[in-house]
């Protein structure tokens, strides 16, 4: 059952097992994707996802009630990389789409996934570069920030994901924003 | 780039940003002193912090706020100005409200889905309006705009409540006052038929000139019709799914009331969440932890934690037990109101007239100061009049207005001296050993008996009282017992030979109690008398 090894595997990471993380993440990444999928076919024209819905969804679906608070910071951890991935992905294959000319059809994934954000208001891959940045830097402010753009999550949560003070996230963040703002404008 | 030169980054771009913009430029100067690298990175970071125009970074918005809504321009009569922040169920916009020359706070609740709902969150805002306190944001308006409902609120300008706590370490006193006001907020809502549910830090304002303003009421609760059904089934399944459609279990969950896991929330919830609050701002922690969801609702079922015992010392235990009261697992043995609690917490802050939690402390010291000065003088006025010659009948006298003055003392300052279980005790047995000698002296000197065998069985009596009541006192009172009881046995041989030893006996013994006299320990302050606990 999903269910139950997502959450064996969380709480498996939680007591030390890092290696067992790369294992979460290809099952998060799988169910961003479907629901995605099944969102977009019953919403009307022209509407976009949430990315935090999409990522509640799945936290619903993957984990159960017996998997501690703990735990779930590296559940939200593994789907801010997994919204990063299928963002990055997209704009990639959008790219080389451009680039190639031929006239191939959009697949149901890609469409999905283009709703999901207005990806136009930002340059998805010039950030994804300024954030590895921030990672290699700032490790933390980094953290912070992927959750930020990638699952929405408020500056409240983050902080009680984090079991750190929301003066502390707030920091962070701002720290974040101007130095991806700095990279972006390079 | 090294390691430490990162983390000097942020921590100066970390400070720099706390600061004025105009005092930032010479505090830069002075904390980047002979580092221009340093301060070049800092200074390109700040011109990108401070550039608001900067492309939105935000790819996934909160969950208030969606892809597809952008900010609107006018709702209602009111033009937008900016957005605040996102509260409860929407966006929440500065906004301007021309008619009456005032900026407002809007909040706008984006298609409260089918009309039921619709309606339904109508009532729920309608409700809030009713609310008259100075302590909840007052509400100016409620309205549809479309499928939009939009709530036009007082803009209160200040920070939220856990921001306010976060900032700076605060005097008990401030904490209990900002709490006494939100408390009053609630209360007034419950008057008016209105539950909050969400209480908690964050959806208070500590506005610029110190109140306290409850926000939020309800609302939440009105989105989502078909919660109430599926919370009927409290599996933890369902209840995550619940909670996490609402965003707040996403990290640790720290103010799920027990009704929260039944689904019957109440009046009383609203109370639990309070004092949740109120402990974790007083005591630095929650009163329940669980790491899952099951272990939580056990703890929650259990009952608070006690309290840090180096923390609880610190405050009174009035506030003590009334939160630990508002924290029962049965509804029923809470407080019967949000009102019975707060003038509880009230009376509380009438007393401590000091900022400083150890005002308790210092009372006690005073009020032992007075009756030592007042004793002092009583024996010296006994010695003017006596010539140094014993006599019963002015010393009876004497006693007489001792024990007087120990009645005002105690009526004086009796929420300070009678607020704990041994101060009562040690207060009695004072009384007891006044009490017994008047009416010994007055017995010998009514039957004329001898003045020397009257103080000995004096000085044996007291004896006798000091060392029983020694049993049921705390050891660091031993001192003190042991000091009198020695003047006492040396006043049972030769009781006109040591009355020149009597004041410097209570002196010492009272100046060691004053030393030793901490503030009452936490098994006393929860354990402590059931009797003066109100029941229901």
Redesign the interface.
């Known amino acids: 059952m999903l269910q139950e090894s997502v959450s064996r595997i969380l709480e498996e990471v939680r007591e030390g097992r890092a290696d067992v993380a790369r294992d979460l993440f290809p099952v998060v990444y799988r169910e961003l994707k479907a629901i995605a999928q099944r969102r977009l076919s019953a919403l009307p024209a022209g509407q976009t996802l949430q990315p935090t819905a999409l990522v509640h969804e799945a936290f619903i679906a993957l984990v159960d009630g017996s998997v501690s608070f703990r735990s779930r910071a590296h559940f939200f951890g593994a789907a801010a990389m997994a919204m990063r991935d299928i963002l990055v992905d997209n704009a990639r294959r959008k790219r080389a789409l451009k680039r190639g000319g031929g006239e191939r059809p959009v697949e149901l994934d890609e469409a999905a996934v283009t709703a999901v954000v207005d990806a136009d208001a930002v340059d998805v891959l010039a950030l994804e570069d300024a954030m590895q940045k921030l990672r290699a830097a700032h490790p933390r402010q980094a953290d912070v920030a992927m959750l930020r753009v990638y699952v929405g999550a408020s500056e409240a949560e983050i902080a009680a994901l984090h079991e750190v003070t929301e003066r502390t996230v707030e920091r962070d963040w701002r720290f974040a924003q101007a130095f991806l703002r700095r990279e972006l404008a390079r | 780039?090294s390691e430490a030169h990162?983390e000097r980054v942020?921590a100066i771009?970390?400070e720099a940003?706390e600061r004025a913009p105009s005092e930032r430029a010479a505090w830069l100067d002075e904390a980047c002193r002979g580092e221009p690298a340093l301060r070049s990175e800092v200074d390109?970071?700040?011109a990108?912090?401070a550039?608001t125009r900067?492309?939105?970074?935000?790819?996934?918005?909160?969950?208030e706020e969606?892809?597809?809504d952008a900010v609107p321009e006018r709702v209602g009569r009111y033009t937008i100005d900016r957005v605040l922040g996102?509260g409860g169920m929407g966006l929440v916009y500065a906004a301007h409200d021309k008619s009456l020359g005032r900026t407002v706070a809007l909040k706008l609740v984006r298609g409260g889905g089918d009309a039921v709902s619709r309606a339904r969150l109508l009532r729920e805002a309608q409700a809030m309006a009713r609310i008259a306190s100075p302590f909840v944001v007052p509400v100016y308006e409620v309205g549809l705009e479309g499928d939009d409902v939009f709530v036009a609120m007082e803009h209160v300008d200040g920070s939220t409540l856990?921001?306010w706590l976060?900032?700076e370490p605060r005097p008990q006193r401030a904490i209990l006052e900002r709490f006494i006001e939100a408390g009053r907020g609630l209360a007034a809502a419950h008057k008016a038929g209105v539950l909050h549910r969400d209480f908690k830090g964050?959806n208070v304002l500590v506005g610029s000139d110190g109140r306290a303003r409850v926000l939020d009421f309800g609302l939440a609760r009105g989105i989502d019709p078909d919660l109430r059904s599926r919370v009927g089934d409290a599996?933890?399944?369902t209840?995550?799914?619940k909670i996490?459609?609402h965003?707040s279990?996403?990290?640790?969950?720290?103010y799920l009331s027990p009704e929260h896991f039944t689904g019957d929330f109440r009046a009383e919830s609203d109370q639990w969440r309070y004092c949740a609050a109120l402990y974790r701002a007083l005591f630095g922690a929650l009163p329940c932890e669980g790491?899952?969801?099951?272990s939580l609702r056990e703890s929650v079922s259990r009952g608070p934690k006690q309290p840090p015992i180096e923390r609880a010392s610190e405050f009174d235990p009035v506030v003590v037990r009334a939160v630990m009261r508002g924290l029962s697992p049965d509804p029923a043995s809470r407080w019967p109101s949000m009102d019975a609690l707060v003038s509880e917490l009230a009376s509380s802050v009438a007393v401590s007239r000091d900022a400083d939690p150890r005002a308790f402390r210092r009372q006690k010291q005073w009020a032992l100061a007075i009756v030592g000065a007042l004793g002092a003088l009583n024996y010296a006025v006994q010695l003017a009049r006596t010539g140094g010659r014993f006599d019963l009948r002015i010393s009876l006298r004497s006693i007489a207005i001792a024990f007087f003055v120990l009645a005002v003392m105690c009526a004086a300052f009796r929420r300070t001296l009678l607020s704990t279980r041994h101060n009562r005790a040690l207060l009695s047995a004072f009384a007891l050993v006044l009490a017994t000698m008047v009416v010994h002296r007055a017995y010998g000197v009514l039957r004329g008996l001898d003045v020397v065998d009257v103080l000995r069985i004096d000085a044996l009596i007291c004896l006798t009282v000091s060392a029983v009541s020694a049993i049921a006192l705390e050891r660091w009172l031993w001192g003190t017992v042991a000091i009198m009881a020695s003047y006492l046995a040396l006043s049972a041989l030769g009781p006109l030979a040591t009355q020149a030893l009597f004041p410097a006996a209570l002196l010492t013994s009272a100046a060691l109690a004053v030393w030793n006299w901490r503030a009452p320990t936490l098994r006393e302050l929860t354990r402590d008398d059931t009797d003066r606990t109100p029941s229901r």
């Not at chain 2, 900067?54 to 969950?63: K, T």
């Not at chain 2, 279990?249 to 720290?254: E, N, Q, V």
């Open positions: 780039m990162r942020f771009f970390a940003i390109e970071l700040l990108f912090d550039e900067a492309p939105s970074l935000r790819l996934a918005p909160e969950r969606r892809a597809s996102a856990s921001r976060d900032a964050s599996s933890s399944a209840l995550d799914a996490t459609a965003g279990l996403m990290g640790t969950p720290g790491e899952t969801l099951a």
